[in-house]
C-alpha cells in the first residue's frame, strides 16, 4: 500500500478488494482518501451522466459503492443535450453545478480548442493499460464505457444467419429488399457510406467527403426514415417499420429485450467511448479524481451491464459478466475487432461544416 499512500491513489488490486462486499469496502474506505478528503472537507460530490438506464447502471456500478466506501455522497444530475456549453459557463463563472461528468471525446476536443483550460487533468493510473480499449484512459479522461453504432435488422424479415452484415450488405438494395433507415447526421453516416463503398474501417480519415456523398446517392432512393433520435430508432425496429437501420447498439438491445425479432451486425460497426471528466477549477479536485479511478476497475465496470448494454472499457471486466449478457455487448472480444473508434479530432474540427451540408444535401 506505499504506492498507494504516496499518490493517494489505489491500485487495480486493491480495486479488486472493493468488490468483496460492504465489509471489505468500509475497511478499506481510509486508504483510497487522499489527505484533503479526510478532512472532512468534500462531503458530496455531483455526477452528471446522460439519464435514464446510464443513472441507473451507474449508480449499482459506481455510485452507491463509492459512497459506501468512502463515506462521500454521490449526487447524480443529468446533462443537457450538448454538455460543452455547461462546462464552459461553469468554469468562467466558477458557479459548479456539477465536479465530474460524462463525455466523449468529441466533446474534449471542442473544449481544448479553446484559448482557457477547461478540463482538469484526471491523473488515473492503471498497472493493466493494455486490458483497456484503445482511446478509454487519456490525461483528462476516464473512459468507462463504449457504444457502437452497428446494423439492426428484422429476423423476420431476414433469417438471422441471411440477414445484412455489414454496410456493403446495407447499400445492396437488390439482394437485400426491405425498408431502410440512417441517422440524419454526418457524423457516423459518412463513415458508413464510405465503408458500403469500399474503403477499409481502419483509413477512414480523414473523411473522403465528396466520395462519401456520392455513396450516399446510390443509396438515397432505398433510405425510407432518416430518424433523429435513439428513442426514435428503438422504435422504429421495434415496429417493424423499417427492416434494417443504422442504430446505436444499445438502442438495438433495448428492442430485443423487448421482444422484438431483431439482431445486430457488428461488421464495420463504428464506437464511441463514455467518460468521466472533471471542469478545470473544480473545488473537489482530489474527490473526482478519487471517483474516476474508483471506476475504472474491472469488477466495478460489470455490473452497470445488467442497466445498460454498454461495453466496458476493462475487457477483464468480461470476468464477472454471464457469457450470455457479454454476447450482447460491443466490446466482446468477437464484436470489438470489427468496430472502429470514431474520429473525435475529425469531427471537433468539422462536424458544423459538414452538419450543414448533409442537411442541405438531405432537404435538396
Known sequence: MKKMTEKGQYTRRDALKLGLGAAAV???????????????????????DVGGAYGTGFS??????????????II???LGPDPVPQFQMMVDTKNYLFDVALLNPEHLVRLNKEPKPYLEDINVTVSNPQDYVPGSITKQF???????????????????NNGPQNWVDFWNAEKFKGRRGLWRS???????ALMADG?????????????????????????????????QA????????????????????????GGAPAAIAWDQGLYNIDGFTIPHGSPKLDAARQFIQFCMDAKRQSLYTNDLACGPTNIKAYEFIDKKKAALLPTAPDHIK??????????????VALTERFEKWVMS
Open 60 to 73: 449499482k456500478a459506481f455510485y452507491q459503492p463509492f459512497e459506501e466506501a468512502t463515506g462521500i455522497k
Open 199 to 231: 474503403v477499409d474501417p481502419k483509413k477512414l480519415y480523414p473523411l473522403d467527403v465528396d466520395r462519401a456523398f456520392r455513396s450516399l446517392d446510390k443509396i438515397r432512393k432505398s433510405i425510407d426514415i432518416w430518424w433523429t433520435g435513439g428513442a
Open 338 to 351: 470489427q468496430l472502429q473508434l470514431i474520429g473525435a479530432d475529425y469531427w471537433g474540427e468539422h462536424q
Open 26 to 48: 468500509a475497511s478499506l474506505a481510509p486508504m483510497i482518501i487522499t489527505r484533503p478528503a479526510r478532512a472532512a472537507e468534500v462531503k458530496t460530490l455531483t455526477v452528471a
Open 186 to 192: 454526418p457524423i457516423c453516416t459518412l463513415e458508413v
Open 142 to 160: 476516464g473512459g468507462v464505457s463504449i457504444f457502437a453504432l452497428a446494423l439492426g435488422y428484422r429476423t423476420d424479415t431476414f433469417a438471422s
Open 234 to 257: 428503438t422504435q422504429l425496429l421495434q415496429s417493424g417499420e423499417l427492416d434494417m437501420l443504422s442504430i446505436w447498439s444499445t438502442r438495438a438491445q433495448t428492442a430485443i429485450d
Open 76 to 78: 447524480n444530475t443529468v
